[in-house]
């Protein structure tokens, strides 16, 4: 089997775009892949000033990751920091990495832009640090988005770099595209994100999500019951698409005609997405009982990580005439 890496930022409780565009595919890679799956707290303090949460972030994002389906009997599931081996392995690269490289990077910018007053060099070293996450494990395969293949395409450019100093030591990780749907937020307008308030937490009760969904934005053009609708541009219709499959065509028909108001047309969504989460809920509030266990997952998933990490250390001294 081929190994996969993927990592994600200590976001806390996932929410329906989480879901859909990255956790789903996480659980389906584990029939294929010996999965790497990684919760990157170091990146994370880049721009996070509220650490204090950092724990608690960890820890609701494991218990959606575990409660959606990632088994950490087929994958490794771990913090970051939990394997100190990937700051080493940074070091070593940030010598291979010419500073050019990193400036242009068009996310750099856009940090440096966005928190002028500490542009650190976490900001400026992250590519370097993502590409040792990925190398550490010796990841053949990263699921990507289409935006994110230009970070991938540095990492390469970084193995590529040492590889032709030190000689042949890592894979090229190569890319899965992947199908991640960009989940529009409540607003109808943005994508689905914690930071701007337009998103549906998985772990909400079903009166919660009704609530939630309840305040969605929908066609714009559609200001009476008595007005036709157009589903193709109603948020709530997208989500209809994702989690009505069996009655997507048939709402969309109603709406259409002015069959269906959109009130009733979200009541039969939150219907359909709690039915949906029932069982991720019923997981949850289980594992959430039970912290020992999830303690448990990240120090074996840290040791099983460490083991191989080691391994790939020890090669990268003894290529650099360390040992
Ligand atoms: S009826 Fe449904 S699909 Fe049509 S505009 Fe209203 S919420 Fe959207």
Redesign the pocket.
Known sequence: MKRVFSGARPTGRQHLGNYLGAILNYVKLQEEYECVYCIVDIHALTTLTDTGKLQYNIREMLLDWLAAGLDPKKSIIFVQSHVPEVTELHTFFSMVTPLGWLLRVPTFKEKARLQPENVNYGLVGYPVLMAADITLYKAEVVPVGEDQLPHLELSREIVRRFNGIFGETFPEPKAKLSYFPNVVGLDGKEKMSKSLDNHIELALTPEETAKKIMTAV??PA?QRRADL?H?DV?N??KLHEYFNESQKDD?AEK?RTAQ???VD??ILLAVRINDYLAPFRERRIKLEANPEYLKEVLADGALRAQMIARETIREVKKKMGLL
């Open positions: 929908t066609d559609r609708g589903p109603c709530v219709y709402i709406c269906i108001g959109c047309c979200k």
